[in-house]
T-cell receptor, first 114, second 114 residues
Framework: NAGVTQTPKFQVLKTGQSMTLQCAQD?????MYWYRQDPGMGLRLIYY???????DKGEVPNGYNVSRLNKREFSLRLESAAPSQTSVYFC?????????????FGEGSRLTVL | AQSVAQPEDQVNVAEGNPLTVKCTYS??????LFWYVQYPNRGLQFLLK??????LVKGSYGFEAEFNKSQTSFHLKKPSALVSDSALYFC????????????FGKGTMLLVSP
């Protein structure tokens, strides 16, 4: 029962470096999401993928790109990291339907940009 | 835009006492409301949701929430708090019909003292 798995759990980058956060789910969910969590700001949606083959911007997409590689995997890429992207990143998944909203979260990836 | 507000950064309660964590919402149309809990260094976990029906919704770990349309509130409650309930609690609202993208509040830290 792995659920949602994120890698890496911790990463330190220098300004301008690039990296990709990986996410995989084994619950056969259609929808996947990337959120960032910052103190006092709750969670903010970066990108989401309602179904395989589609991606859409959320509230704070600038500086990020995503790839829905297949139904299981949804990656988040930082092309040129900035200190403002220091945060904890959460991947989540859900089944798709009008009455859902129950998201299953990974354990997070803590990113520090120096 | 749909939004939720959690007016308290922190709630302190003694073990055995009832607890309430407050949430108010602003939506157009029918609200789809949720509560999630986050334990230290973990991802968020779904507690309960209100879609339609009874105003008192029961969820995991003995928690319940009361939906009040006239006060636009969705407060989380528990009759008798446990030390193990100490965690960060998030209220959320579904922000698009047919999708599970959620807008989260800033979170309320619940501290239950022995």
């Amino acid at each position: 029962n792995a659920g949602v798995t994120q890698t890496p759990k911790f990463q330190v980058l220098k300004t301008g470096q690039s990296m990709t956060l990986q996410c995989a789910q084994d619950m056969n969910h259609n929808s996947m999401y990337w959120y960032r969590q910052d103190p006092g700001m709750g969670l903010r949606l970066i990108y989401y993928s309602a179904s395989e083959g589609t991606t859409d911007k959320g509230e704070v997409p600038n500086g990020y790109n995503v790839s829905r590689l297949n139904k299981r995997e949804f990656s988040l890429r930082l092309e040129s990291a900035a200190p403002s992207q220091t945060s904890v990143y959460f991947c989540a998944s859900s089944s798709q339907g009008w009455d859902t909203g129950e998201l299953f979260f990974g354990e997070g990836s803590r990113l520090t940009v120096l | 835009a749909q939004s939720v507000a959690q007016p308290e950064d922190q709630v302190n309660v003694a073990e055995g006492n009832p607890l309430t964590v407050k949430c108010t919402y602003s939506v157009s149309g029918n609200p789809y409301l949720f509560w999630y809990v986050q334990y230290p260094n973990r991802g968020l976990q779904f507690l309960l949701k209100y879609i339609t029906g009874d105003n008192l919704v029961k969820g995991s770990y003995g928690f319940e929430a009361e939906f009040n349309k006239s006060q636009t509130s969705f407060h989380l409650k528990k009759p008798s708090a446990l030390v193990s309930d100490s965690a960060l609690y998030f209220c959320a609202v579904r922000d698009r019909p047919g999708y599970s993208t959620l807008t989260f509040g800033k979170g309320t830290m619940l501290l239950v003292s022995p």
